[in-house]
T-cell receptor, first 108, second 116 residues
Framework: RKEVEQDPGPFNVPEGATVAFNCTYS??????FFWYRQDCRKEPKLLMS???SGNEDGRFTAQLNRASQYISLLIRDSKLSDSATYLC?????????FGSGTRLSIRP | EPEVTQTPSHQVTQMGQEVILRCVPI?????FYWYRQILGQKVEFLVS????????KSEIFDDQFSVERPDGSNFTLKIRSTKLEDSAMYFC??????????????FGQGTRLTVV
């Protein structure tokens, strides 16, 4: 089983749509969780941290379910500028593991 | 805003040659990482470094690879004898975590290594 697993997409949705990404991780001892965004040929950049209580940042909502080892990201009212690859990231002690990423393309 | 810097941005090298990729992590960070991303593929963990030694390394990080923190600021990745399949983007990252509370990792802009 992969350490961090994501739906690879691509997701192609119209501007204004709501889109949801899912991620599962295999190591129950994982300590912290993040969503990163990566634009083509650029470095990954932090989008938001993910907590069991859930957290929201504008149009973005992230949720962690430790029991199910499941992480989600919801993007509401998507913009053209949201087009990117979204990476689920899990910290386990000294190792940070990336999912393979979900590519999102927003069309006008 | 503090940032992780990497040099060079692009390196072309002949197969079999040694390359050194350089990184300057954020100054008060304690954990340092190297990742690679082959074009169109996922970001792969290579190695983590803490307290002047390797904490963990992946299967990719074989004897051809080594890391060093030669002074208080630089963190380098050396590939001893490059192969064509080493062509990739290499990202350096650093993370703080002195209190034991996990924080996010910050990534440099990457070095694109092309082996010909």
């Amino acid at each position: 089983r992969k350490e961090v697993e994501q739906d690879p997409g691509p997701f192609n949705v119209p501007e204004g749509a709501t889109v949801a990404f899912n991620c599962t991780y295999s190591n129950s001892a994982s300590q912290s969780f993040f969503w990163y965004r990566q634009d083509c040929r650029k470095e990954p950049k932090l989008l938001m941290s993910v907590y069991s209580s859930g957290n929201e940042d504008g149009r973005f909502t992230a949720q962690l379910n430790r029991a199910s080892q499941y992480i989600s990201l919801l993007i509401r009212d998507s913009k053209l500028s949201d087009s990117a690859t979204y990476l689920c990231v899990v910290n386990s002690a000294s190792k940070i593991i990336f999912g393979s990423g979900t590519r999102l393309s927003i069309r006008p | 805003e503090p940032e992780v810097t990497q040099t060079p941005s692009h390196q072309v090298t002949q197969m079999g040659q040694e390359v050194i990729l350089r990184c300057v992590p954020i100054s008060n960070h304690l954990y340092f990482y190297w990742y690679r991303q082959i074009l169109g593929q996922k970001v792969e963990f290579l190695v983590s470094f803490y307290n002047n030694e390797i904490s963990e390394k992946s299967e990719i990080f074989d004897d051809q690879f080594s890391v060093e923190r030669p002074d208080g600021s630089n963190f380098t990745l050396k590939i001893r004898s490059t192969k064509l399949e080493d062509s990739a983007m290499y990202f350096c990252a650093s993370r703080y975590d002195r209190t034991g509370r996990d924080t996010e990792a910050f990534f440099g802009q990457g070095t694109r290594l092309t082996v010909v």
